[in-house]
């Protein structure tokens, strides 16, 4: 049982011996991976590597994402005890899931960043293995997405933001987290047509014809009609899953470099990404996590919470077939 276990378990960070089953440990101590997965760089018999790319180069206004891979780390340890509530399985119990550790780059050498990323990427995706990325700015989702792309083909995009982040930028070279989508769907590795982009209220004249579920519709329509209009845009195409922690409204996640009010809440957050179970992802990230802006540690916890989902979905379709 959970306390009998945490008289003896510490550091599981390090010192578990299996890749599967709940951690026990005190929430308050030890090395802090996510949800207490095994740290390592070796794939053997993995399903799904947690990275960090602590990366925040290209904010609008506040500073500090690349703080956020560590406290979502950290706001994790209060989940690893619990199978993640809502599943028709405990995709920790039953998932071999590591934390693959940081991103090592050269924080001086901002051009080779991209190349660097989605290098990391393809190292773990050639072993089968999914990859949740914790960041970091929302630049990151587009080196990923390269490596997703030459994978699996043009991805879906599933998006929940705050802003579409397809404002119009030709020079592929430029590292902006406001343009990367531009990029991703002129380049070809997204098929606008089945993208979705959930909770955007900023103005943008051209989506480049991805599809727009905004704030006010998830809030006029409800939750679970708006994860079977997803599951119906996304048909049985590749999806990555991106999440920006500025989907959710500033009152639920103050902690991000771009807050944006009238946003949605946690709960419509988590009823559809439960819903949507059974869409084809094949990867996912959660991003623009600020802690300085947020001593509470809630955008932190919210982060973490997403970061799990995106391992229950993509346990889904391994552990349901």
């Known amino acids: 049982m959970a306390l009998e276990d945490a008289k003896t378990q510490v550091d599981e960070a390090f010192t578990n011996p299996d890749l599967k089953g709940l951690s026990f440990e005190n929430t308050f101590g030890g090395a802090t991976s996510f949800l207490r997965r095994l ?31 560590r406290a979502i780390r950290e706001a994790s340890a209060l989940q690893s005890p619990d199978a993640p509530y809502g599943w028709p399985f405990d995709a ?13 780059y050269d924080y001086a050498n901002v051009p080779a960043f991209p190349a660097t990323l989605t290098d990391h990427i393809r190292e773990i995706l050639k072993e089968d293995v999914a990859s949740v990325t914790l960041g970091g700015d929302h630049y990151i989702s587009f080196p990923i997405l390269k490596a997703y792309a030459e994978k699996y083909g043009p991805m879906s995009l599933l998006q929940f933001d705050a802003h579409t982040d397809t404002w ?30 959930v909770g955007i209220r900023t103005h943008n004249e051209d989506t480049l014809g991805v599809n727009i579920i905004d704030a006010r519709e998830v ?31 500033p009152a639920f996640a103050p902690g991000t470099g771009t ?24 990867g996912g990230d959660v991003v623009e996590v600020s802690p300085p802006y947020d001593t509470s540690g809630a955008t932190a916890i919210a982060g973490a919470h997403v970061a799990t989902q995106i391992i229950c979905l993509l346990g889904w379709n391994k552990l349901t077939k």
Do not use: C
């Open 168 to 197: 119009a930028d030709d020079d592929m070279d430029r590292v902006d987290h406001g343009t990367m989508f531009y990029k991703a769907v002129k380049s070809g590795i997204v098929d606008p047509e089945r993208s979705v982009q």
């Open 39 to 69: 740290y390592t760089k070796d794939l053997t018999g993995v399903d799904i590597a947690v990275t960090g790319v602590p990366f925040d180069q290209a904010v609008t206004n506040r500073p500090g994402t690349r703080l956020g891979p």
């Open 219 to 249: 809030y006029e329509s409800g939750p679970a009609a708006v994860a079977q209009k997803i599951k119906g845009i996304l048909g049985n195409n590749p999806v990555y899953l991106s999440f920006d922690i500025d989907g959710l409204d």
């Open 259 to 282: 807050p944006v009010w009238g946003g949605i809440t946690s709960i419509q957050a988590a009823i559809i990404l439960r819903d949507i179970a059974g869409i084809n992802i094949k």
């Open 92 to 104: 920790l119990s039953e998932l071999a899931i590591v934390d693959y550790g940081d991103m090592a």
